[in-house]
């Protein structure tokens, strides 16, 4: 079997649960989407839009408010655009009020935590340039053909040359867990491989409550390295008994069974 690009995604998934990655990766089926992964994806979204926002038209006396105004504006309609996805849910009204106004929040906290720093820069500056500068480069694509892993780094900070590169959060977890340091290894990688050097520091940004970094030195980039490795290792073959249950509390080996025993109704039917 040819040997697949990985992803930080698909490498912590793999050692959740080999038989949950055969399924996915191998054998191609899919879960129905969570209320979690649909709101992850707006509101990565509408911070894409955020940083994508021309500044020209923005009162240069009232930027704070204006801001935050637009933002909450960008979020609304990615949430009605995603309604379609939001209804096969089929939360009650409740429910997804719920989890509106929980997003809501979380690009709150952030949004006050990314304004001080535009107010700071302006004192120094202008407006224009102080969104500009502070505002990160965002969802930018790394592939790394020798390491066989590639990764969208949702948002790459400069500041007075150090580097940083962030992973954003909307999940309730708010530490640094052994998946988020392979991930953000594997990024430090990628960004070392293209660039020739390490990036200063890596991090999650919990969206609910604040940021949290690694500091990126050879060890970590080494972790990354043996990681990419592994996977390559232990998926070369395509046969399912190679790649056993592992009993973990996120197994998600009983739902892709009933996508499974689905499929396979239909085709008789």
């Known amino acids: ?40 994806k707006i509101v ?8 994508d926002l021309k500044t020209d038209g923005i009162d240069k ?5 204006e801001l935050n105004i637009i933002l909450q504006s960008i979020f609304k309609q990615r949430w009605e655009e995603s309604k379609d996805q939001l209804d096969e849910l089929k939360l009650d009204e409740k429910q997804e009020k719920y989890f509106f106004e929980e997003s809501v ?40 053909e020798e390491h066989k892993v590639q990764g969208y780094i949702d948002a790459i900070e400069e500041v007075a ?9 909307t999940s309730r977890m708010d530490h640094m867990t052994d998946e988020y340091r392979l991930q953000l290894a594997i990024y430090a990688l990628l960004y070392n491989e293209k660039y020739g050097k390490h990036p200063n520091s890596v991090g999650i940004d919990f969206l609910r409550k604040n940021k949290k970094y690694l500091k990126v030195d050879q060890e970590l980039i080494d972790h990354a390295i043996e990681q990419c490795r592994l996977i390559q290792e232990k998926t070369k073959t395509d046969n399912i008994e190679d790649y056993p249950q592992s ?23």
Request: aromatic fraction near 16%.
């Open 61 to 65: 006396e009232h930027y704070e408010i």
């Open 105 to 144: 929040n979380m690009l709150n906290n952030w949004f006050n935590r990314f304004i001080k720093k535009v107010i700071t820069r302006e004192e120094k500056t202008n407006f224009k340039e102080a969104f500009d500068t502070a505002k990160p480069q965002t969802e930018v694509h790394f592939i790394s």
């Open 1 to 40: 079997m040819p040997q697949r690009i990985q992803s930080p995604s698909s490498i912590n998934y793999y050692n959740m649960c080999p038989r949950c990655y055969y399924y996915r990766y191998i054998g191609k089926l899919s879960l129905d989407p969570s209320i979690h992964l649909i709101r992850g």
């Open 161 to 169: 040359g150090d580097v940083s590169l962030i992973d954003y959060k």
């Open 247 to 269: 009993g973990h509390r996120f197994c998600e080996c009983s739902k892709y069974m009933d996508v499974l025993e689905k499929t396979t109704l239909n085709k008789y039917f």
């Open 44 to 51: 990565h979204k509408a911070l894409e839009d955020f940083f």
